[in-house]
């Protein structure tokens, strides 16, 4: 198969894919505002806009474990334009791989991402991470960066979270965070530097996503004219995330190459909203675009990608 870089040089590649990252506006509070926004949105395709879900107390559980995503409802009654059939749409199966993405802020370049997923085939356990990083402006300067990692099992097609680590680096301070996802108990709980109620355990629901795996669910999830949600434990916090796909896909330019990619944007996102884009075949978000009262302000996309 072949791997394509946004310089237009295909690479040759044995290309196997699998399905995701974080918000962290306490954490990242020592930070400067529009620093705390670029490491935000950056991190996860799902960022500082969902609303708080009141945590539940840790009693009846279900002791099932994961189950698959439901449809939170049908395509709005409106006319659209001719829709992309299903059967048009293909999900590349869940594979290892490596994607590079390059960061803007208000248009302007400010540092580089990377997602990797890798398959430890010895217990049939995976890990996606994601690190940014800080190049230009006072994100340089402070030597701002961000690790963040998600270990997950795959249960009936469903991305099951098992553990989930943030590590935040500067040049005058660091933070960590760890979170357990302790699925036989049906609880999560996290440890690290956190407020004291984020310590608290949080009770699991089949179906639960740490917020790193978003993205990766997203591409699998996503097909024309569907709408998505996720309830999303993470960071001592359970959030829900909506997502509504387009009717049909639209050409999208990203570096020198341009893709037919279909659109998703989160429906309960208030006055922030986070917008991807999606290709055929590609298994990570080829653009990621948060805006902010109406406008464009931290923007992902994506140089490369290879399967390991």
């Not at 990252?21 to 395709?45: G, Q």
Request: net charge positive; charged share 20%; glycine share 6%.
């Amino acid at each position: 198969m072949t791997m394509h870089t946004t310089s237009g040089h295909p690479l040759e590649h044995s290309f196997y894919y699998h399905r995701t990252v974080p918000r962290m506006k306490r954490f990242l509070s020592p930070v400067p505002l529009c620093l705390t926004a670029l490491l935000i949105a950056i991190a996860p395709a799902i960022t500082q806009s969902a609303p708080n879900i009141t945590v539940p107390p840790v009693k009846d559980i279900p002791t099932s474990t994961a189950t698959p995503l439901q449809e939170l409802g049908s395509s709005p009654a409106s006319p659209t334009p001719e829709t992309l059939p299903s059967a048009e749409w293909k999900t590349p199966p869940l594979q290892p791989f490596v994607a590079s993405y390059r960061v803007f802020y208000h248009g302007e370049e400010a540092g580089d991402a990377a997602m990797k997923v890798i398959h430890n085939k010895s217990n049939n356990v995976w890990q996606v991470n994601l690190i940014i990083r800080g190049r230009r402006g006072f994100a340089s300067v402070l030597g701002l960066n961000i690790e963040q990692n998600t270990v997950f099992e795959i249960h009936n097609g469903v991305y099951v979270p098992l553990s989930q680590t943030t590590v935040k680096k500067a040049l005058l301070f660091g933070k960590k965070v760890k979170g357990v996802y302790d699925w036989n108990a049906r609880t999560a709980q996290w440890s690290g530097d956190l407020k004291k109620e984020q310590h608290h355990p949080i009770q699991l629901l089949p179906g639960d996503q740490s917020i790193l795996l978003l993205n990766l669910s997203l591409i699998r999830d996503a097909m024309p004219n569907r709408t998505l949600g996720y309830r999303c434990i993470d960071v001592g916090k359970i959030r829900q995330y909506d997502y509504r796909t387009a009717d049909t896909t639209e050409p999208l330019q990203v570096g020198d190459l341009s893709y037919d990619a279909l659109r998703i944007h989160q429906i309960n996102s208030g006055k922030n909203q986070t917008i991807l884009w999606i290709a055929n075949g590609v298994p990570t978000p080829i653009r990621i675009l948060q805006r902010k009262n109406s406008e464009d302000e931290t923007d992902l996309r994506l140089i490369d990608y290879q399967g390991t």
